[in-house]
């Protein structure tokens, strides 16, 4: 598989016959740190399934999982909560794709790192009129979230986190 980079992505793909006088159908998912697109099935209700494609923002994504399709193994990605896709006879195993997903939302976090820090340390905060003031006061309470998910996810550590909200405090003290 090798290391990831934030713009590559990963394609999987097979073929399933559902029943024993079905047609054979394509089955695919092509993941990158920005879209899920493929074609797997999708669960309508009441046990039916259809074949579909799809394409999703990669901050859509629930999970990964295992679980089965038509009494067989197969990998889901629920997206939104509540849309199940399932994808049997993908040539890939369930914690391989698992892997791939995690390894796409660490790129997308360490990024995100990476211009919070940016946006505080560079002074991107400034006292300004009215108007700008509210937007930069937005933008002051989503950095303040986003620092907090962050420590809380380990991608900075508690030194780095107080460093870095006393620097943004300083802003406006």
């Given at each position: 598989m090798g290391n990831l980079q934030l713009g590559d992505f990963r394609e999987f793909s097979g073929e399933?016959?559902?029943?024993?006088?079905?047609?054979?159908?394509?089955?695919?998912?092509?993941?990158?740190?920005?879209?899920?697109?493929?074609?797997?099935?999708?669960?309508?209700?009441?046990?039916?399934?259809?074949i579909a494609e799809?394409?999703?923002?990669?901050?859509?994504?629930?999970?990964?999982?295992?679980?089965?399709?038509?009494?067989?193994?197969?990998?889901?990605?629920?997206?939104?909560?509540?849309?199940?896709?399932f994808?049997?006879?993908?040539?890939?195993?369930?914690?391989t794709l698992e892997s791939i997903f995690n390894q796409f939302k660490d790129l997308i976090l360490e990024k995100e790192t990476e211009e919070i820090k940016r946006l505080i340390l560079g002074g991107t905060f400034t006292k300004a009129g009215r108007t700008q003031l509210q937007d930069e006061m937005q933008l002051f309470r989503e950095t303040v979230t986003k620092l907090k998910d962050l420590k809380r996810q380990g991608f900075i550590n508690p030194m780095e986190y107080s460093e870095l909200r006393a620097r943004l405090m300083d802003f406006y003290a």
């Open positions: 399933y016959k559902m029943g024993f006088f079905g047609s054979a159908e394509h089955i695919s998912v092509r993941i990158s740190a920005e879209r899920v697109t493929g074609r797997g099935y999708r669960e309508l209700g009441n046990g039916k399934h259809e799809f394409q999703y923002a990669f901050s859509q994504v629930t999970r990964v999982s295992g679980g089965q399709f038509d009494k067989k193994p197969c990998s889901i990605i629920v997206f939104n909560e509540n849309d199940y896709i994808f049997p006879g993908i040539n890939v195993l369930t914690p």
